[in-house]
């Protein structure tokens, strides 16, 4: 996750994207005062009216005590160039990491752990960047995209049993509901195809596992690798 990471601050500060409309006016220093120039800069490809459908495969990046992967399908329609409507789904496979088992062994019980089974939801979907890079004779292609939304949330903990001092741990499934980002770079292979890296988060208040401590927001984020049809 730190390679994407890296890849997109990368992006942000190398590569020259285009949010301006065709009737945009640029101002170059060597001209006369009193002139200007128009570019016009054609978006390679257009998104309005289409569909779009993506599979993905998610690594959490968030998760304490847990190695989380997992894989996402989402599909959306885009009503205009920049603004789309989407609904997503993702599916999580947990399973207990170093730090997990470094607890267990050192306090003879599992530390509490909450995580996810799944989510699903709706967004909203804002592409208003759009460039190319050049490199080894050709040039790629890509969107970059934000999206807001509301999601449900599936997860299981162990709170109840660590509480009562049990030495192994049982999970209770429980459900959410709260807010839902993301921002999305999406390398067009052709007209049709595209890989997508993303990040995505959730939010969600929940309680812990002492319950005289009021129930706090926590944080789900993934990074997200997928491939894309658009029609």
Known sequence: MKILFKILLILFFTV??????????????????????????NKEFETKNTFYTDIGFIRGISAKFQDVTGF???????????????VFYNKYK???????KSVQANNTIEPAVRRLTSTYGAMVIWSPFYGKINTF??????????????????????????TQGDKVSTFDPESFTGP?????????????????IEFQMHYYKAQGPIAAIPA???????????????F
Not at 139 to 161: H, L, P, Q, R
């Open 16 to 41: 020259k994207t285009v949010a301006a409309g065709e009737k945009d006016k640029y101002n170059y220093l060597w001209l006369d005062p009193d002139k200007s120039v128009y570019v016009l800069q």
């Open 72 to 86: 996402k399908a989402e599909l959306g329609y885009f009503i205009n160039e920049e603004w789309a409507f989407e």
């Open 94 to 100: 947990n399973s207990n990491n170093e730090a997990f």
């Open 137 to 162: 004779n050709k040039i790629y292609y890509f969107d970059w995209s934000f999206g807001v939304g509301i999601a449900k949330i599936n997860t299981e903990t162990n709170n109840k049993s660590v």
């Open 180 to 196: 839902a980002f993301k921002s999305k770079l999406k390398f067009h292979i052709n007209k049709n195809w595209n890989i997508g």
């Open 216 to 230: 706090n927001w926590r944080a789900n984020t993934d990074g997200i690798l997928s491939i894309g049809f658009s």
